[in-house]
């Protein structure tokens, strides 16, 4: 058992603890679960090192027998993507928990205990290398979230819930049918070893299974990104959750559907994946346009915010089917700054709500003159997620919009105006919220940033400053392991274009 091992079963173990937690004692439910999940964020830290040594190959590998039939293996492993987005996950988990500190005063111990849990499948979803081991992350992260929605959301909450665990299900289940598809004819759930069969054409599809099994696989991606026009449910789900729901859904959970087209659909799928990547490309510029449009005539700031994230998102699927170095590493940067930028963007809405108890633009204005501080933080995380040069978002954006143009000049044009857009409904929000005359609600209701409140949001605000101008402290990793995938995917489609022409030369 190395470290990574540990980081995995803490969260678990963190659930199950919680769950024995005397009911009453509220308080100790919260301070133990901050303690815990804070100690788990400090152990991830320890991770970064091992694998920025070799970010190209997997680090911090475990690899034993789960289940004898089916040939189940726990193989887990780190390189330099998936490393990030546990980072990620194990950051957002404690200011998850100190957000809720006041906000949940209902069922308490159950919630906390759920931020554990999805904190759990999220960590299991980034680092399974066996693809039964990832599906049953995958739903595990789905459990969570469902009763995060249906018992500590808003008013609608129930439709929320049921709508995005629907919505979920859908995709996995032919995901699951796709993996025990390639079971049958390959006899293994493990993906490296997938790979290497069929490099080598011991494992060899048929280009109607390839296709099949890329589109069953990229729809439960699709879903989950969410790509348009399979986005609907993630504005009802963002609207209903509560904030820390909000946070850990737009800046990890909606990671692993970009993650699963990096990981498993373009290096496993090579040739559908070319032969798709046009009517892809075109859905994600029209998510990028669509989502920024729809978002400017919203008057709810959690579903412009929502709106956004389709936009955002839009990006990645963009980079990703780019196909190219540029792209990816762009895809991989937006999927990172937008969990920053979008995950305190809900934070800072959840504030306004804590004070106002309202979500609609129109009952705030002039906010900025009892809550100065509180609108500066809101000022930066606006232009961290419009692209402002110098933040997060810039760096990411530039590359896949310098990946896209390799490609397709007019990709990078349209989807550039997404970029425009997106500074047009942040900035209009942000005037109407915190500027104008201030109402008797607002004078009575609305005060600055508490010594709570700066603790969760100072940690994205230093993230988004510092991957704006020191990229080049994720980028090689990034780059690395994007390199791996790349030269594997070529590889790929070369092995399975040789492996056809010696099929057609001997009939």
Known sequence: ?????????????????????????????????LIFSIGVFAASLLLI??????????????????????????????????????????LLTPI????????????????????????????????????????????????????????????RRIYAAVKFFLYTMVGSVLMLAAILYIYSKAGTFDYPALLLMMESGKFTMTHLEETLLFL??????????????????????HVEAPTAGS????????????????????????????????????????????????????PN???????????????????????????????????????????????????????QHSLEIKDYGGVATP???????FLVTTLASIGMPMLNNFVGEFLVLQGASQINIWWAVFAATGVILSACYMLWMYQRTFFGETPDSVKHHMHDLGAREWACIVPLLVLMVWMGIAAQSFLPSIGASNKTIIDRTA???????????VSNHGR
Request: overall charge neutral.
């Open 1 to 33: 058992m190395n470290l990574l091992d540990i980081l995995i079963a803490a969260p678990l173990l963190g659930f199950l603890i919680t769950l024995m937690l005397p009911k009453g004692n509220a308080g100790l439910v919260k301070l133990f679960t």
């Open 49 to 90: 090192g091992p694998v920025l040594e070799r970010p190209a190959v997997m680090t911090w590998v475990t690899d034993a027998p789960w289940i004898g039939t089916p040939a189940i293996r726990y193989h887990v492993g780190m390189d330099g993507v998936s490393l990030w987005l546990v980072l990620l996950s194990t």
């Open 96 to 155: 998850s928990i100190l957000l809720s500190w006041k906000y949940i005063d209902h069922r308490v111990k159950e919630f906390f205990a759920f931020l554990l849990l999805l904190e759990f499948g999220l960590i299991g979803v980034f680092v399974a290398v066996d693809l039964f081991l990832f599906y049953v992350f995958w739903e595990v992260c789905l459990v969570p979230m469902y009763f995060l929605i249906g018992i500590w959301g808003h008013d």
């Open 216 to 237: 069953a696989f990229f729809l439960a991606f699709a879903i989950k990104v969410p790509l348009f026009p399979l986005h609907t449910w993630l504005p009802d789900a």
């Open 247 to 298: 946070v850990m859904l737009a800046a990890v959970m909606l990671k692993m559907g970009t993650y699963g087209l990096l990981r498993f659909c373009l290096p496993m799928f090579p040739n559908a994946s070319k032969e798709n990547a046009n009517w892809i490309v075109v859905l994600a510029i029209t998510g990028i346009i669509f989502g920024a449009l729809v978002a400017l005539v919203q």
């Open 301 to 355: 700031m959690k579903k412009l915010v929502a709106y956004s994230s389709v936009s955002h998102l839009g990006f990645v699927v963009l980079g990703l089917f780019s196909g190219n170095q540029w792209g990816l590493d762009g895809a991989v940067y937006v999927m990172l700054a937008h969990g920053i930028s979008t995950g305190a963007l809900f934070m800072l809405v959840g504030f306004l709500y804590e004070r």
């Open 371 to 377: 809550a100065p501080w509180l609108s500066t933080v």
């Open 491 to 501: 590889l790929q489609t070369k092995s399975t274009t040789t492996h056809a022409e």
